[in-house]
C-alpha cells in the first residue's frame, strides 16, 4: 500500500507511463510512482485523466475521488473485480450471523460515543450528557443513544445553536473529512473481498457504502476534532481541505499502540470482517488521540 495522497488543484492532465503517474500542468510534469500512491484526489474539474491510468490505479486498488463545482467530493472509483473476492467471502457476508451483526454494532457505537467524550475531554468541555448516553447503550442500541449522544456533543463541541445539517463552514468541512474517512474504510472492505453495498446496521438502498458507513462511525470524532481545532475558519480554504485529506496520516492510539490512521483502518476493518465470520471471539477497538499533527506521510498537492 502506498503512502502518499496526491491532489490534483488546477488544471492537469494525468496520464500513466512505465508505472508511473505523469501530471501535466502549466507549472511542468511530474512523475510519481504508482507503488507510492495511496488516494488521488481530483481537487479540480479542469483535470482530464486517461482510462489507462483509471485502469492501472484500479488495479492496485488506489481509491480515486472526483469532485464537483463546489469543490466537493461527488464520487469515487470502485474495483470492480477486487483481487480477493471470492464466492465464499460475499456467501459469509449473506450469513452473518445477527447475533454477531448487533453485537458488533453495539461495541460499534460504544467506542464512538467513547471517542465523542475523549473529543470533549481533550477540549475541557462537560461531557455528562454524553457519558450518560453510553452508560444506557443497550444492545444493537436499540433506543437510539447514538443520536441522542451527537446531538449533545456537536452542541457541546461547537455551539449550543449548532445544527449538523446546516449548511455552514463547520459542516462543509465535518463532510469534506468525513467523506475520505468513508473512502478510506470502503476501499478496505472492497480489498478483502467483501459488499460494502451489505451493512449491519445501516441498509439504505440508496447509499452504496452502508457497510463502510457502519465501520467507519468510531473514527469519526478524530475529524471533528480536527475542525475544533480550526472552527475559527471563515472560509473553506484549499488549506483546509489539505489538512482533511492529511488526517489519514495522523498517528494515534489505537488498541495499545500508537499507529497511523490509515494503518488503523486496515487492521480494525479486517478486524470487523474476521469477527463477523466467527475467526475472532472477541475484538478490541480502542481509539486514543496522540496530540501529535499529521506529519508521517508526504501529501503532494499539485
Avoid at 461527488?74 to 450471523?97: A, G, K
Avoid at 460499534?108 to 465523542?116: E, F, L, R, S, W
Avoid at 463532510?175 to 476501499?187: D, I, P, Q
Amino acid at each position: 500500500m502506498g503512502w502518499r495522497n496526491v491532489i490534483i488543484t488546477q488544471h492537469a492532465k494525468l496520464t500513466y507511463s512505465m508505472n508511473m503517474m505523469i501530471v501535466q500542468t502549466k507549472d511542468g510534469i511530474n512523475q510519481i510512482p504508482l507503488d507510492d500512491i495511496n488516494l488521488l484526489l481530483v481537487s479540480t474539474t479542469q483535470a482530464v485523466i486517461t482510462s489507462a491510468l483509471i485502469s492501472q490505479l484500479a488495479q492496485r486498488q488506489i481509491k480515486v475521488i472526483f469532485v464537483d463545482d463546489q469543490y466537493q467530493p461527488v464520487c469515487e472509483t470502485v474495483d470492480y473485480y477486487p483481487h480477493s473476492r471470492s464466492m465464499n467471502c460475499l456467501i459469509d457476508q449473506f450469513n452473518w450471523p445477527q447475533d454477531r451483526k448487533d453485537k458488533l454494532w453495539t461495541a460499534i457505537i460504544a467506542a464512538k460515543i467513547q471517542n465523542q467524550i475523549n473529543v470533549l475531554n481533550n477540549y475541557s468541555l462537560h461531557n455528562d450528557k454524553v457519558a450518560q448516553c453510553l452508560d444506557q447503550l443497550e444492545l444493537d442500541d436499540a433506543t437510539n443513544r447514538e443520536a441522542y449522544a451527537a446531538r449533545e456533543y456537536f452542541m457541546t463541541l461547537f455551539d449550543k445553536n449548532f445544527v449538523r445539517k446546516n449548511s455552514d463552514v463547520i459542516n462543509a468541512a465535518l463532510n469534506y473529512g468525513y467523506s475520505f474517512l468513508l473512502s478510506t474504510v470502503n476501499r478496505e472492505i472492497e480489498i478483502n473481498g467483501y459488499l460494502s453495498y451489505l451493512g449491519i446496521h445501516h441498509c439504505s438502498q440508496e447509499n452504496q457504502f452502508n457497510l463502510a458507513s457502519d465501520f467507519m462511525e468510531p473514527f469519526r470524532p478524530l475529524v471533528d476534532y480536527w475542525v475544533k481545532d480550526h472552527e475559527k475558519i471563515t472560509d473553506f480554504t484549499p488549506d483546509i481541505k489539505y489538512g482533511l485529506v492529511e488526517l489519514l496520516s495522523l498517528k494515534i492510539e489505537f488498541n495499545g499502540k500508537k499507529i497511523l490512521l490509515t494503518n488503523a483502518l486496515t487492521e480494525y476493518v479486517r478486524n470487523c470482517l474476521r469477527y463477523l465470520n466467527g475467526e475472532l471471539q472477541n475484538y478490541e477497538m480502542k481509539v486514543g488521540l496522540t496530540n501529535e499533527v499529521p506529519n508521517d506521510a508526504l501529501n503532494d498537492n499539485v
